[in-house]
């Protein structure tokens, strides 16, 4: 079986399909977790799968699981997946490349009368983005225990609707167990593009993906006093936003100062009372550091804490700084690592090994299970843009890596 | 006459009355221009006029006059004025004094018998805070021929709703010429909280204003590319809000390195997507510049367009620098200015020349007409705040020179 191969065309059909649910004017993805959209493109995977004889259901976070039976019932499933919702504008392939690259092992399987050992499932993840409900990576969370059912459930968007209630809305409230006894799990495989452009650059076409950056996250808050620009001298202000330049800088320094692939960003800001002509009284920030290393990220993570004690004094204003989320990095299995390596090698793809810098639903079943992922190039490395994009070819590569891994991991019949 | 003095307890009781119309619970004001809350404002003085057997009319921008005759119909009138408008978290004070005191000096002549040559009239200006309706300082702006009454009318407010709608709504649309002929302003003195704490800090009373700083204001944007925030590298990445921090810094350095009270202030800025985990992609910041020499604020806005663009280029990001308010520098009529200083002294109070750091609705007067203005001290230099306060013995003492100027420039009877 190490000669079969994916049908490309078919997938990239499905891809192209799919990107119609919720497409936008300049070609991308709008489909915001447990809105109208998703249930749409929830239900389009869902026919799909039950077309392909899976054994379809979901949990009750909304994970939807299309299940292939093996040989042997006894097995741990191997998983093959990623998710369908969006960011607000976003791409046709961030997450659905994954899951259909899923469905189109399966259906190769059932073309070509493949049987194996364990049974392979294709899983859609709940809310991967976490642009409207916090925690991001909810469903994979609630699936590998890493924070409670009823906590996901109970998440409220910025109009205050409730996830659970959303989730039920658009009928994927199921009752499937979740989270599933993680001894169930075989292996997880996930193929994604890899929104930077490394590949790309480096003309790779398959990234052997060794783990991904830890994270640490931190909500900032600067108070110093409103006052009116015109009468106010230099002097005599408290400006937060000044303290909070300053550390959107000394972040940079942090990212750029250490080694392991560090990362340091202030994506957000909101500045208060935000008038032209009032000298900011407080400004909240965030700030987002990575690191492969759990003890560089942490030595960034003081160096933040003391450069920031340091403008806030020299600024004169008071600062909050909390530590919001932690992600440690993650190594994937060993094994699953080295069969992408392999099955790349087999099919005389080029390939490299690539640390994720972003997390993945992997990065969470990792925790209960032997992960792994496959990363192919998207143009420029854009990703969480509509003009998104990846190029045929690539897909279907890794759609054949990832059949030959799923394939070498399920076993051939006993 | 040079002993009349005010009556200070009526001054203050007249400031806290008002006060009640559109209180807030931690003490402050929230009378936005031309709504419901702004017409008992303008109602309540209206009537005080009226019981003051004052002259009452209004014109097409709700400018309201109130006038007491003098003995020569053919003399030019003195003006006292101000606005009742306020901030939306605004205080008791600013704009409320000016009206207020010259309402207390024509009471105060009323109850002494004082005539003068001139008549003498008190002005309330619409709109002098802009925060509803832009061009801020509106009333007195028409009434100078700044810009026309046409387009002030039609400036529209966040929910669309036209000024001139709002202003016949209120009931204050009039037919008082609009703008007035400008031969027919003999003077005209604004007394006004100082809304910095120069005064308190040197324990001053009066403070002597000579003109108001020039500025400039302009809208920034900076443009780099949106991007994931773990993916990305560092090296990769156009990190807008890296840009818009260093042009913080940079106009705080032009600020304190030029002379004569430069000012400079980022109030605003908006990151796009401000979302945690992006790379920001685009920001827009708006820039103040103030001196009180007109060449040394151009050199400064020479400077920050050459900042703006050193930025730019070494954070590989897009420049857009658009200047969108020129206030030249304003200085007052010296003839005024040196009666306001001689009626300080002639009443025993300390005093110190001062430039005022923002703009009044003097500052478009003086350009048809004479104008002085009379600062006195506010607790913190806080202003444009819920808390901002003053003491009535230095309201009291403001009212007292105002009266004294007012009376020099009105003349006595022929």
Redesign the interface.
Known sequence: MATASINGERLWASLMDLARIGATPKGGVRRITLTDTDRQGRDQFVRWAREAQLDVRWDAIGNIFARRPGTDPAAAPVMIGSHLDSQ??GGKFDGAYGVMAGLEVLRTFNERGVSTRAPVEVVSWTNEEG?RFVPVMMGSGVFANVFPLQQALAARDAEGIVAGDALKKIGYSGDAPAPMDKLSVGAYFEAHI?????LEDSRTTIGVVQG??G?R?FDVRFTG??????????E?RK?A??A???L??EV?RI??GYPD???????????SP???????GEVRM?V?L?NAEDSTLSAMADDLQRSARAVAQSCRVELELREVVYFPPCKFAAELVDSVRRAAQALGLSHRDIV????HDAVYVARVAPAAMIFVPCEG?????EIENAWPEDLTAGCNVLLQAVLARAGAPA
């Open positions: 607000p504008s642009s890899e929104q930077r452009p490394v991904a950056l994270q996250w006093q409103d006052s009116h620009a015109g009468p106010t001298p230099m005599l400006d936003l000044i909070a330049s300053r959107v800088l940079n990212a750029k692939n560090a990362r340091g960003t202030v994506g957000s800001m909101q500045v935000n008038s032209r002509n009032v000298v900011p965030t987002d990575r994720s810098g972003a997390a490395g854009i990703s969480h843009n």
